[in-house]
């Protein structure tokens, strides 16, 4: 018997589908994630996991938090322990009657880590079996037949790369998590969680909201002239685009009136790129910016990909490679809803240049399509994720766009006035790839000597603006300059930093508990929230890949690194802890008070526990609100329109941060409810 071991029930599904040209069967009930099918005469199961069944822990006396002290999990001893014991059950039972066995999960640090410890529990039942290796980067029925006709060996240095990461992130972070709750005495579920790549990302949010408040914005002016030329209307701004004082501005301003003479018309024609071929980082910031979360978009992608739509979805890679046929490609699409006919249109092209990025990789492709979708399969979001990728590999093998721009500088009473126009002559790649156009702004047909009429000046003041905050896309695309994480592992991070209430909000704030942790740890444990650690520690598990180093070597030195950390740490252990207790006690004020303008705050019933919002000047004041009883609650600076409290929000893991105001009775939420019953009672969702 065969048996073939992937990393999720879809994926299983789909290889089983395909090698037994649809005649698997599930076996186990309708839960099961186990196929059976015969191939060439032998018997073949084919197992899905759901990613990682082992996991790394401490030994039992080492997991009592206060009875431990956080330095001595430094050099604690690590074991390896199930996580998901049924399916250990079923790998190892399976496993016993089989001759070979074939590792079919994703081809990267973390599936080839599975694979491996998947042939380690193998072993210990049945070491005479074979264990081989099948890798692909899309699950088309031409590719799995490819990778399961030349088998290949586990990746012993790839699968010890992504051990080493799961140690160090099990002894940074459990060491670093327990100093600062112990120190904060911030126990149980309401600990105060520090990560190797999750405080330095917190401390880029937290730093960027520093430099939002400390901006001091500084007034400008700008002068305007809205002109006339046979019939057509269009703007001009001042050439000193922005006027220190008002008495400059004004004097321009005076003598925007009768008419104004063209003295330069110029027309240039420029060339727009196509866009490079989605890694990971570039396509989860294209979604984001259609409003898809980091963590969703992958997930999605991660859907696609088992199904059979898209290529693997976690890559760095941003050059297609030789082997991949792009006419191949475009066949495949060509009968999917609304984007078919494009790719039909583009098979016409007797030859193809994709564009190329800066990243070239050999483990996969680019993300790119791999087969035609019809609207129906999908849901609406997963066929926005698949129209974007279509679009992008279309756009990646289209001309260029043309776009004409046109600059009159106008004289107006002596003072220079100039007018852009920006015109795309010729579509190229944005017919395939929309997103993001801006819209044509035309100007008159002038040329130098005309005149054009003044129908008014205008004169506007304005502020210089501090920095942007990061959307959730810009700040996964922060993380991967700075070397933050893997493509696998950076939207987790985000969502993580979210689930823990450190930020929140679109675009991200940081929490004051997220900016007490972040601040303290950067003035007493620098290293900590610095990108350089973690991105060096990056370059030593690339290292362990190649084999110019080990998985013992790396994991002793971070080790090290640590120890002189927590050192720093324990000196300075009663300020980190005054600081940090500081923020949370700001997160704890929700708003102000709508009877008496005192601060609301999150509060505990001393009988039984339960947490509600409270006013500070209790008991002169007794106005009080419920509260959730599960999830983190934070301030959102809002009020409600309609009943004058302050609105919250509540952060769930695993579930879509939600907000709400704190008057149970708000006429907003009876007329919600209202309306969901209704909805209910009609048989509408």
Known sequence: MKLIITEKNQTAKRIAQVLSDGKARREGGPRSTLYAFKLDGEDVKCLGLRGHIMKVDFPPEFRQWQDVEPRELVDAEILKVPSEKTLVSAVKKLAKSADKIVIATDYDREGELIGADVASLIRDVNPRAEIKR???????????K???????????????????????????????????????????????????????????????????????????????????????????????????SQEKAKRAYEKVKGKGVIVSAQVRKRKIAPPSPFNTTAFIAAAS??????????????????????SYPRVDNTVYPSTLSIRSVLKSISSADVVGEL???????????????????????????????????????????????????????????????MRLDIDINGEPFVAKGDVIKEEGFLRYYPYFRKKDEELPALKEGDEVRVLEGIIEKKQTQPPPRYTEGKLIEKMEEEGLGTKSTRHIIVQNLIERGYIYGSPLRP??????????????????????????????????????????????????????????????????????????????????????????????????????????????????YPLPQSGGVLATGEICEQCGTPKVRIINKGRKPWELCLDPNCPRKNRYEAGKASRKKSGKN
């Open 134 to 144: 099948a890798r692909f980067s899309s699950l088309t029925p031409t590719e799995i």
């Open 146 to 244: 490819k990778a399961f006709s030349s088998l290949e060996e586990i990746d012993e240095g790839l699968a010890r790369a992504g051990e080493a990461r799961q140690d160090i992130d099990l002894i940074w972070g459990a060491a670093l998590t327990r100093f600062i709750s112990l120190a904060t005495t911030r126990l149980g579920q309401r600990f105060l969680s520090v990560g190797r790549v999750q405080s330095p990302t917190l401390a880029l949010v937290v730093q960027r909201e520093n430099e939002i408040q400390s901006f001091i914005p500084e007034d400008y002016w700008q002068v305007k002239a809205r002109l006339k030329s046979d019939g057509e209307e269009f703007v001009a701004t001042h050439k000193t685009e922005r006027f220190d």
């Open 289 to 310: 910016a259609l409003r898809v979360s980091p963590a969703r978009a992958m997930e999605l992608a991660e859907n696609l990909y088992s199904r059979g739509y898209i």
């Open 343 to 405: 790719a039909l249109e583009l098979l016409g092209k007797d030859s193809y240049k994709p564009t190329r990025g800066k990243t070239t990789a050999t483990d996969h492709p680019p993300i790119y399509p791999t087969d035609s979708a019809r609207k129906e399969e999908l849901t609406p979001t997963e066929w926005k994720i698949y129209e974007l990728v279509v679009r992008r590999f279309l756009a990646t093998i289209s001309d260029p766009a043309e776009a004409e721009s």
């Open 511 to 624: 929490s004051e508990t997220g900016i007490a942790v972040a601040s303290a740890l950067e003035r007493h444990a620098t290293h900590v929230t610095t990108p350089e650690m973690t991105a060096r520690l990056e370059m030593d598990m690339d290292a362990i890949v190649e084999r110019e180093r080990t998985l013992e070597g790396v994991i002793e030195e971070s080790r090290v690194m640590l120890k002189e950390i927590l050192e720093g740490m324990e000196e300075k252990k009663s300020q980190i802890s005054q600081e940090i207790r500081n923020g949370i006690r700001g997160d704890m004020v929700l708003g102000v008070c709508p009877s008496c303008g005192g601060e609301i705050r999150i509060r505990k019933a001393k009988k039984t526990g339960k947490r509600f919002a409270g006013c500070g000047n209790y008991p002169e004041c007794e106005t009080l």
